[in-house]
């Protein structure tokens, strides 16, 4: 796949279709690429990459890439065209700037999944036939790969690419995913534990910004929390209402705009799972106002800037599931 | 050497928490490690460190400084702190016990900060020498021998044993304290786990890393570098490297109205945020370049420029694991040495 | 749950203009009697009220918030109280889903004609309140009275 990608980005760099070339950049260990803007064929040939590691999505960075002069290639990945889609609909990113070639996507691996199992020192990876052969400077491990990837691409919604220019590779389909499965299994929890999970999750929180900053969602100008003329901007939590405070308005920001691209997750630093907040606004959105995806086209209303005059009353939200 | 036999571990952070608070690295569900007040039954992490450093001890996230309370017109004034007890961390690796130097460095000058010294004083760091360095590990580019940590104890192990040695008055007192916990040892087996870290040490892939060309000489050179738009073009503008990094130590101070009164606290501050130092003519860095060349300018120019030579990091490879983008200090410094 | 009888909780209730503000003092020139522990502020649309106002309420120490607007079709901005119903309704469905006690929360449609039933609104979100007991899974420690 990457020697095909990397032939048509220079293919149209030659040509003249565009001018910069937007993916990964391989990094320091097998698994740290970073996205990177491409000017040059040399420079693709040196530092592309695209292999089980490339989680980033790059969507967010043709926020700004897109008003600059030229046209920029884009690799998407199929989550990451829904990203892509939301931002042309919200009018952050210029389409006719952007030259989107669909990719394949996962699943992809997360080295901390790998990290987590113990395995330290880690030179290489490879799959043999879906078993991760792991290089250390302890010996060689093996890991199925099923246990080592990413949580978002456990979940994976849909394998189809929304929005293109041209694919590399097939489309796929959207998924029957099981991606409310832990949504439910608090739903069905007691106040008091659902209070007691969260607080556990929350409080780990080291308010680095990282879920909001990666967020393709989170493209004000000025964040709430960054503006001091808003009362409640914080560097900080200082207390644990803050903790809450920030997440349920971060989620609530986003709500009926997040994709449920599970980036918020896969970069705390902390390991919070975040996308469960997203994923309840996205569950209750269906299940009270129709299926609804964010990103799946560039048109429709989006619930919260929409109503019916027989929407449920708020009352709904003290009588169903378990107080 | 005196020591004491690895089943016996737990029974000695028994004893010593029964004197003071004790803080060990523990193992959380999902892999990592956190440093959490010792409770009887607790198991020392086998992680090689924890994800937020061991800076939080002397430096906390946030901090309540002062209270002011309004009587009418007056303004009354309440110091808020309360005398630090005693405590002992155990576990600190060889990068984090540096970063207490560096961090000393900066609070510790006058003005000294006196939150800062007075958990300082109250602290006895009791350190682990490591013998299995991950894949980010460097701090030997910033002349860390993590087989021979710093800080007022330090505590080897050769898989059947630990072996605690002080490096100073303090770290002799502690031992002094727990002395009849303690046996005499033979260090020949330890001498060769510490060879054969050290050997794992040059293998590890960011073993030559050099930091030849940085420090403070080199200001204008990096300063005026054009490899920082480039650097930088991926950077989210997030955190995450600063509140994990040992060695961060920006502040902000800010006050809360509690609607009954002001507190007055410092928390964490990233070079990174859009609002950092901000004043009132706006912000002296617009750009996420200048923020960016901001945080590894600071480490591997200006800090040494003030601290004959120190440079402020120490190699711990937390922003490497961490960064969401995985753009970090070993990237910037290798781009920046190429010509 | 024990409930103490002398507990008294402060109740914020954000009124719209032109219906419940209007209700409430139809109550009072009623004669009807509702708990002093309702806070009342004043909004241009029970739309205004940003899911931050709520949170910012529990923060400093209130015990229950209640949003109180016309009847859905009559806004007189013509359709705020639809986008409040859909925005409130998330917002209360994820207080919910944090644990933080359901009850603590309430929307009410209350018209400028209705004063006995605002006052009946409050006399039962209070009492509901009271049962809950003082707000600890919101609350800020720092705002707490000494």
């Given amino acids: 796949m990457q020697e095909a990608m990397i032939k048509r980005a220079k293919e149209l760099l030659a040509d003249g279709t565009v001018n910069r070339v937007i993916g990964w950049k391989r990094g320091e260990f097998v698994y740290d690429s970073t996205p990177a803007v491409f000017g040059t064929a040399d420079e693709i040939d040196a530092e592309f990459v695209f292999d089980d590691f490339t989680q980033a999505n790059v969507s967010k960075y043709l926020v700004k890439e897109s008003k600059k002069d030229g046209k920029i290639l884009a690799f998407l990945k199929p989550c990451d065209t829904y990203s892509f889609n939301q931002l042309v609909k919200e009018h952050r990113i210029i389409r006719e700037n952007v030259y989107v070639i669909g990719i394949p996507g996962g699943p992809k691996l997360d080295i901390e999944k790998i990290k987590a199992k113990g395995i330290t020192g880690i030179l290489n990876v490879k799959n043999v036939n879906y078993t991760l052969e792991i290089e250390t400077l302890y010996g060689t491990e093996k890991l199925p790969f099923y246990e080592a990837i990413s949580g978002k691409c456990a979940d994976c919604k849909s394998k189809k690419h929304v929005v293109y220019d041209e694919l590399i590779g097939e489309d796929g389909d959207v998924l029957d995913s099981n991606r409310f499965d832990m949504v439910e299994k608090l739903e069905n929890m007691t106040a008091q534990e659902r209070y007691d999970f969260w607080r556990g999750e929350l409080s780990k929180c080291i308010r680095c910004n990282a879920c909001r900053n990666v967020c393709p969602a989170c493209t004000c100008e000025n964040c709430v929390f960054d503006n001091p003329k808003s009362g409640i901007e914080n560097k900080a939590a200082a207390d644990s209402f803050e903790e809450n405070m920030f997440h349920i308005i971060r989620a609530f920001h986003v709500a009926g705009r997040c994709t449920d691209c599970g980036e918020c997750s896969r970069v705390c630093p902390q390991h919070i799972p975040l996308h469960l907040l997203n994923r309840k606004f996205i569950k209750d959105i269906n299940s009270l106002y129709g299926e609804y995806q964010a990103g799946a086209d560039t048109t429709s209303k989006s619930p919260l800037t929409d109503y019916r005059a027989d929407d449920c009353e708020p009352s709904i939200v003290h009588e169903r599931g378990v107080e | 050497m005196l020591k004491i036999s690895a089943d016996k571990l737990n029974s000695l952070f028994d004893a010593v928490s029964a004197k003071q608070s004790l803080y060990i690295p523990v193992d959380r569900e999902s892999g990592s490690a956190e440093y959490r007040k010792y409770k009887s039954g607790m198991e020392m992490s086998k992680c090689l460190n924890t994800v937020r450093s061991a800076k939080d001890f002397f430096f906390p996230q946030t901090e309540n400084l002062a209270d002011f309370k309004m009587n009418g017109k007056n303004i009354e004034v309440i110091d808020v702190r309360e005398e630090c007890e005693d405590f002992v961390i155990f576990g600190v690796r060889a990068c984090d016990a540096r970063s207490f130097t560096i961090l000393d460095k900066v609070f510790l000058a006058e003005p000294v900060d006196s939150y800062y010294k007075n958990r300082r004083e109250h602290g006895t760091v009791v350190t682990m020498a490591c013998t299995r360095p991950a894949e980010t590990c460097f701090c030997t580019a910033f002349d860390i021998d993590p087989t021979s940590p710093e800080g007022d104890v330090a505590v080897f192990s050769d898989g059947e044993s630990y072996f605690f040695k002080p490096n100073n008055d303090k770290g002799q007192a502690f031992i002094d304290s727990i002395a009849d916990m303690l046996e005499d040892g033979d260090t020949a087996e330890l001498a060769q786990v510490q060879s054969n870290t050290r050997k794992i040490m040059q293998m590890l892939p960011l073993a030559n890393l050099s930091t030849d060309s940085f420090g403070g000489e080199k200001l204008m050179e990096h300063f005026n570098s054009e490899k920082w738009a480039n650097l930088s073009e991926s950077c989210i503008g997030c955190g995450t490297c600063t509140f994990v990094c040992p060695t961060c130590q920006c502040y902000d101070i800010r006050d809360f109205d509690t609607g009954n009164g002001i507190k007055r606290f410092r928390c964490w501050d990233s070079c990174m945020y859009s609002d950092f130092t901000k004043m009132a003519h706006g912000n002296p860095r617009n750009t996420q370049l200048e923020r960016f060349r901001q945080r590894f300018m600071h480490k591997l120019v200006y800090f040494p420029a003030n601290n004959n030579g120190e440079f402020g990091c120490v190699g711990c490879g937390r922003c490497l694991a961490k960064c969401p983008v995985s753009m970090n200090i070993v990237k910037v410094m290798k781009a920046l040495e190429e010509k | ?146």
């Fill in chain 3, 1 to 146: 749950m024990q409930v103490n009888e002398n507990f008294e909780p402060v109740i914020v209730a954000f009124c719209c203009n032109w219906c419940s503000y209007a209700g409430a003092d139809l109550s009072g020139t009623n004669r009807l009697n509702y708990p002093a522990n309702v806070k009342i502020i004043r909004v241009p649309c029970s739309c205004r009220v940003n899911p931050i106002f709520i949170l910012r309420a529990f923060q400093r120490g209130a015990d229950g918030v209640i949003i109180c607007g016309c009847h859905p079709g009559d806004c007189h901005y013509t359709s705020g109280n639809y986008f409040t119903r859909r925005r409130i309704t998330l917002l209360y469905s994820m207080l919910d889903f944090l644990g933080i006690e359901r009850n603590r929360t309430r929307l009410e449609w209350v018209s400028a004609a209705e004063g006995a039933k605002f006052a009946d609104t409050m006399n039962k979100f209070v009492e509901d309140v009271k049962k809950l007991g003082k707000n600890r899974r919101l609350e800020d420690l720092r705002c707490r009275k000494q």
